[in-house]
């Protein structure tokens, strides 16, 4: 029996699926919706889900699908984009991007990637945050050496000790 292959083109709030190549079709990007995809894509057999990285909003379908014992490759979006250029698809769409993804995991296999645990998705998620107000705090003090209406430089100095405060917090 050979695998099916689907591309699951991943938004903020919805994923389009298309399933060896053909029209995508549109679930919720939530617990809810990972489920319905799952059941339409079990009386297909044995299934490789080929998604790209998005920033996170992948993490929810991936790790609902993993579960469901389907495997799940994450691709970099420049590869598969590149891909797409080669093969002739200049637009893009949601509903096309499935296809595209679809028909990247048939030319290229790629393997599927290892789950990750909780804990280090929630590290990374903690040190992504503390990177964030480090540079927020950069941001402020840079603005500090430009203000020079005492009003102004009170505020930078109460939001920078703010932003101290919050990375001290996250370590």
């Not at 790209?52 to 495997?71: C, D």
């Not at 590149?82 to 595209?100: P, S």
Request: net charge neutral.
């Amino acid at each position: 029996m050979s695998r099916a292959m689907a591309g699951i083109d991943v938004g903020k709030g919805e994923l389009d699926v298309s399933v060896d190549g053909e029209r995508a079709r549109r679930f919720a990007n939530t617990a809810g919706g990972v489920g319905e995809l799952l059941d339409w894509l079990q009386p297909r057999g044995e299934v490789l889900a080929v998604c790209e990285a998005t920033g996170g909003y992948e993490r929810l379908v991936v790790a609902g699908l993993r579960e469901g014992g389907v495997a799940v490759p994450v691709a970099h979006p420049n590869r598969v984009r590149a891909d797409a250029r080669a093969g002739g698809y200049a637009a893009k769409t949601d509903g096309l991007d499935a296809v595209v993804l679809s028909r990247y995991g048939e030319a290229f296999q790629p393997p599927a990637t290892l789950a990750q645990d909780a804990d280090r998705i929630r590290l990374q998620d903690l040190l992504r945050r503390r990177e964030q107000l480090v540079g927020q705090r950069t941001q402020e003090k840079n603005r500090l050496a430009r203000v020079h209406n005492p009003a102004s430089q009170d505020s930078i100095r109460r939001h920078i000790a703010w932003l101290d405060e919050e990375i001290g917090l996250l370590g």
